[in-house]
């Protein structure tokens, strides 16, 4: 099971830290992907890491405005998104899938395991 926190309302150019906290088989064997979906929009890949934590991916926008980490110790894996722009704005997903190896899976069809989702809003 995976539980989303920490979306809410932002003013643009404010910052956000998403939470994905899972629960059930050994966290670390799961390689963990945050997606989102905006209104009328398909759901696309934000950003992936590794079950090991050793290895991430990002959407082309968001890189070097958001930061992927996980700790597998409080089964959490966090989406940190700054300078948050309007398009910014949609319901943002965690989704989990047990890896053999370390990739990092950045498709949503690669993912068995989804959360119900937090929304994030932008405006100015």
């Known amino acids: 099971q995976l539980v989303e926190s920490g979306g809410g309302s932002v003013q643009v150019g404010g910052s956000l830290r998403l939470s994905c906290e899972g629960s059930?088989?050994?966290?670390?064997?799961?390689?963990v992907g945050w997606f989102r979906q905006a209104p009328g929009k398909e759901r696309e890949f934000v950003a992936g890491i590794s079950r090991a934590g050793t290895k991430r991916d990002y959407l082309v926008s968001l890189k070097g405005r958001s930061t992927i980490s996980r700790d597998n110790a409080k089964n959490t894996v966090y989406l940190e998104i700054k300078r948050l722009k309007p398009e910014d704005t949609a319901v943002y997903y965690c989704?989990?899938?047990?890896?053999?190896?370390?990739?990092?899976?950045?498709?949503?069809?690669?993912?068995?395991?989804w959360g119900q989702g937090t929304q994030v809003t932008v405006s100015s």
């Open positions: 989704a989990a899938k047990v890896t053999v190896t370390g990739a990092v899976i950045s498709f949503s069809s690669g993912y068995d395991h």
């Open positions: 059930g088989r050994t966290f670390s064997d799961y390689g």
